[in-house]
C-alpha cells in the first residue's frame, strides 16, 4: 500500500505509521480495513455519518472542508482508522477510532489512534475533541487513559429476540388508541415540524439536543431512510405526542433508531405504546432481532427498555481530551 511521509505534527511515537488522508487517498484501504473489523467484531465501528461521508468519497464526491482523518499502518497493513470533523457547536469535534480486531497490542494501537485523533482535531482548530469507541473492554479504557483522554459519554447496546411476546407493551398500545392518539407512519413534509418538535423537546439541554429542520431533512435524506418505518403517535388535535424512528440494519437484525416522546405528553404511556408498535413493525418485515443504543445517565430510559425484555450487549464509550488549540 501506499504510504505519505509521516507528519511529525500528527504522527505519535511507536511502530504504527499515521497516514494522513487527502482528498480519496487510501479509500479502498480504509473501506477494506472498516469492513474486515466490522465482520469480526459483529458491530459497526464508525458513526453512520462517518460511513456516509466515506460513501460519498467513494461515489466521486468531495472531502468536507471541516473533516479530517487517517488510516494508521504497520508496514504495508492497515491497523486503525481515525476520522473528525469540527462541530458547528464553537470548540468542539467529534471522531472516531476504529482498530482491526483481533489485534496484538490492541491498547497501544488504540492510544495511537486517539492521538492521532486529538491531532487531527487540532489542526481543525478544535480546542476540544471527543471520540467514539465501540464494543469495547479494558484495552480501550486503558489505551483512553495512556493518550491521555477521560471517559465523557456511555452507551449501552441493548437487543432482544423477534417476535415480541410484550403484553406490558401491548396494553399501553392498547390505552393509547382508545384515547384517541394514533400510532402511524410518517407522513413526509407533512409532519416534519412535528416531528423536529418532538425531537427538539425531548433531547433540549442533553448531547442529543440541537434537533432542527435542517439536521431532520439531513438524516431523512440518508440512504437507509424510510418513511414507513418512522413511527408517530398523533394526538386528536394534530400535534405528534411521540415518534418512534427504526432503521433495517440487513441479516434479519432492526434498530430503535430514536424513541422519543415530547415532555408535555409523558405519563399517559406513549413511551411504551410506541415501543411496541415499532417492534411489531420490526417483525412483521422479517427482522428477527432488535438493537439499540441508549445513554447509561438515562436511567429511566433504560429501566424502560429493561422491563420490555432487553439486555445488554456491549457498552460504547465517547472519551474526550482537550487538544491545544485555539477557537477561531
Known sequence: ????????????????????????DHLREVLWLLDDAERAAGLPLVDESERERLDV??????????????????????????????????????????????????????????????????????????????????AEHDAAAA????????????????????????????????????????????????????????YDGT??????????????????????DLLVAADPDGTIAGLHWLKRRGAGSGEVYNLAVHPRAQGRGVGPALLHAGVCHLADIGCDEVVLWVDAANERAVRLYQRHGFTTRWEDIAVGSDTGATAH
Do not use: K
Request: hydrophobic letters at 45%; one cysteine or more.
Open 147 to 202: 493518550a491521555g483522554f477521560r471517559v465523557e459519554r456511555r452507551l449501552f447496546v441493548l437487543s432482544r429476540a423477534l417476535p415480541t411476546d410484550d403484553p406490558v407493551g401491548a396494553v399501553a398500545l392498547e390505552r393509547l388508541t382508545a384515547a384517541g392518539t394514533i400510532v402511524r407512519a410518517y407522513v413526509p413534509d407533512h409532519d416534519d415540524a412535528e416531528v423536529v418538535a418532538v425531537l427538539a423537546a425531548a
Open 1 to 24: 500500500m501506499p504510504t505519505s511521509p509521516p507528519d511529525p505534527a500528527v504522527d505519535p511515537p511507536g511502530d504504527a505509521e499515521v497516514v494522513v488522508l487527502d482528498a480519496a
Open 207 to 228: 448531547d442529543d439536543g440541537g434537533w432542527d429542520l435542517a439536521r431532520f431533512r439531513e438524516r431523512r435524506s440518508w440512504s437507509w431512510f424510510r418513511p414507513e
Open 57 to 138: 468519497l467513494a461515489s466521486g464526491g468531495t472531502r468536507p472542508t471541516n473533516w479530517r482523518s487517517a488510516l494508521l499502518c504497520r508496514g504495508t497493513e492497515a491497523v486503525a482508522y481515525t476520522a473528525v470533523t469540527a462541530s458547528s457547536e464553537a470548540g468542539r469535534g467529534s471522531g472516531d477510532v476504529a482498530v482491526r480486531r483481533p489485534i496484538r497490542d490492541a491498547e497501544r494501537v488504540t492510544a495511537r489512534a486517539l492521538m492521532a485523533a486529538r491531532n487531527l482535531a487540532a489542526g481543525l482548530d478544535v480546542p476540544h475533541v471527543q471520540v467514539w469507541m465501540r464494543a469495547v473492554g479494558p
